[in-house]
Each structure stands twice: as C-alpha cells, then as structure tokens.
C-alpha cells in the first residue's frame, strides 16, 4: 500500500490529537511523524520548524473564537476565548508561546481589540486582557495536570476552586480601570 498523503490540515488535526493525548511536552515532530507514518522531513514540507507548526496548531484552537464585529461584549469575548484555551490539553500553553513569539494569526486578539469599548480600543488593551486569559487559563490546566497525575495533596487549597468567580473579577477590574482612565 503506497504511504498515506498529508496535507498541512490533517497534520494540525493528528498534531490536536496527539496534544490531547500526550501533551505539549511530548508533542514532537518525531512523535508526530511516526503517528503520521512518514518520515519527520516530510513534516518540514508543510512547516518549516516545529514553532510554525505549533503557530497552525494555536489558530485551530483559537479558530472557534468568532470573527470580530464589535457586537460581542469583551466579557463575552474573553469567555469565548478561555473556553477555546481550555479544549486542549495544553491549549493555553501552545497558544501562549505562538503569542510570545508573534506568530500565527491574531484572531483573539482582534476579537478583543473589537469588543473593547471605544474610549479603550487600542493593541495595548486587547493585548493586556488577551495575556490575562493567557495566564488564568494556563494557571487552571496547570492544577488540572498536576491533579491528575496525584502531584497535588488533595487537602490543598486549590487556586482554581472559584476560578469563574476570579475571571470575571479580573474582567470587572479592567472595565473598572477602563472607566476610571475614561470618565464619561
């Protein structure tokens, strides 16, 4: 049987798989071309590195996130966008370095940047709530991991417990500072 032919969309899907199944740490390009069964330079014909690659992976896992109209309340948006995080295994982790290195597309943060009430609306802010759900998301799937593999005393306190409760208070913070930066 002649080998199986990828195109750059099913090895995002199988690299969404994999993440799910193993993790970012042990997500690599080896691993992925074994499951692929191809060769790991056949990788390299759809993504020049690994990083390129895990930038495909972030805009899937960001894709559910709407399309910006201006309609959609920050709140609203932000929840959106801390759901699609929270999909994947990892998925703030992956989405947070592509962000980090300023690659991939910037469908979240133009998200944000749309639903951002006018007297605020600028890269500065939409970044500044985008690296809040960044970091809230990613504290959450680090106590989920850490739960599942038993490296948290079950009596701790969990940071995560009132989590809805801090990501709205974090948003509230921000419309709090929006309004006092902006009188009407």
């Known amino acids: 049987m002649p080998p199986a032919r990828h195109d750059r969309s099913s090895v995002v899907d199988r690299a969404l798989s994999l993440l799910d199944d193993v993790g970012l740490p042990d997500l690599s390009m080896r691993r992925l071309a074994a499951d692929l069964e191809v060769q790991p330079s056949a990788l390299y014909w759809h993504f020049p590195s690994k990083q390129e690659l895990l930038a495909a992976v972030a805009d899937r896992?960001?894709?559910?996130?709407?399309?910006?109209?201006?309609?959609?309340?920050?709140a609203e948006t932000a929840v959106t966008i801390r759901d699609?995080?929270?999909?994947?295994?990892?998925?703030?982790?992956?989405?947070?370095?592509?962000?980090?290195?300023?690659l991939g597309a910037r469908r979240a943060q133009d998200a944000i940047l749309a639903s951002?009430?006018?007297?605020?609306?600028?890269?500065?802010?939409?970044?500044?709530?985008?690296?809040?759900?960044?970091?809230?998301a990613t504290l959450l799937q680090q106590r989920m991991h850490a739960q599942s593999i038993g490296a948290v005393?079950?009596?701790?306190?969990?940071?995560?417990?009132?989590?809805?409760?801090?990501?709205?208070a974090g948003l509230r913070a921000f419309e709090a500072l929006s309004a006092a930066r902006h009188p009407s």
């Open 61 to 74: 896992i960001l894709s559910t996130v709407p399309e910006p109209d201006g309609r959609m309340p920050v």
């Open 84 to 102: 699609a995080l929270l999909a994947y295994r990892d998925g703030a982790e992956v989405v947070m370095s592509t962000y980090a290195l300023r």
């Open 116 to 136: 951002l009430p006018a007297d605020v609306r600028d890269e500065a802010a939409a970044d500044a709530v985008f690296e809040f759900i960044l970091g809230h």
């Open 153 to 168: 005393d079950p009596d701790a306190t969990d940071p995560t417990a009132q989590s809805a409760e801090v990501f709205a």
